[in-house]
């Protein structure tokens, strides 16, 4: 009876323990896919979670949400691309495909090298940061200091 016990409480404190461990996010692989409505927090800075140590699945390297011109709705499946040089000169580093709920994250390693210029890719027409970044965190500036990503 005894020993019953003891096994009983060790498998409950096993399982607390389990539990409190499962709420930490992990760094598992986690990358934005066109129509994918996986994702959340639009307009939010995604890395305040989506970090290591932060809650968020997944630890990312670049995030960020893209707009439509009137910038009021979220604009999905739209492409994001970082190149080396301005105006999608140079090379291209990386694309991103922006989710079905206008979400782009990538848990992908970035070599942000110097900089890199950010382009994004509407249907109709296709915007540049005219100045490089090594800040993955679109949303950080986009949406508080700077205006919001759109395109069309
Ligand atoms: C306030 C903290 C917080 C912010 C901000 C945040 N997330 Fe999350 N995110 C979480 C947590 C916690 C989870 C895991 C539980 C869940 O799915 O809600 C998660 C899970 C996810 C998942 C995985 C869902 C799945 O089923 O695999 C995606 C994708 C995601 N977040 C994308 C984003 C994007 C993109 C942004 C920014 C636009 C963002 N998150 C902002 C906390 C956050
Ligand atoms: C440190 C703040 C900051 C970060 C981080 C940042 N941006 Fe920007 N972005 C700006 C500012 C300021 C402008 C306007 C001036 C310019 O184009 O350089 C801008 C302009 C843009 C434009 C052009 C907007 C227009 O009206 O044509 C796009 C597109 C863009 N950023 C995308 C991104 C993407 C994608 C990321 C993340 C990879 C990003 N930005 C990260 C500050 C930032």
Redesign the pocket.
């Known amino acids: 009876m005894k020993l019953t016990c003891t096994v009983f409480s060790f498998i409950i404190v096993l399982i607390v323990l389990l539990q409190a461990c499962e709420k930490e996010?992990g760094n598992e692989t986690?990358i934005?896919a066109f129509s994918s409505k996986?994702?959340?927090?639009?307009?939010?800075?995604?890395m305040?979670?989506?970090k290591n140590g932060?809650?968020?699945?997944?630890w990312?390297l670049a995030?960020?949400?893209v707009y439509d011109s009137l910038k009021t709705s979220t604009y999905p499946n739209a492409t994001v691309k970082l190149f080396t040089g301005p105006n999608g000169t140079g090379t291209l580093k990386h694309t991103l495909q922006v989710d079905g709920l206008g979400?782009?994250?990538t848990t992908e390693s970035i070599d942000f090298g110097t900089g890199l210029y950010p382009a994004v890719e509407g249907k109709n027409y296709t915007k540049y940061m005219s100045s490089s970044t090594r800040n993955g965190q679109c949303?950080s500036c986009h949406g508080s200091s700077a205006e919001k990503i759109y395109t069309n």
């Open positions: 996010g986690n934005s996986k994702s959340h927090n639009m307009g939010q800075n995604c305040s979670c989506h932060g809650e968020g699945e997944g990312f995030a960020g949400t979400n782009f994250y949303n």
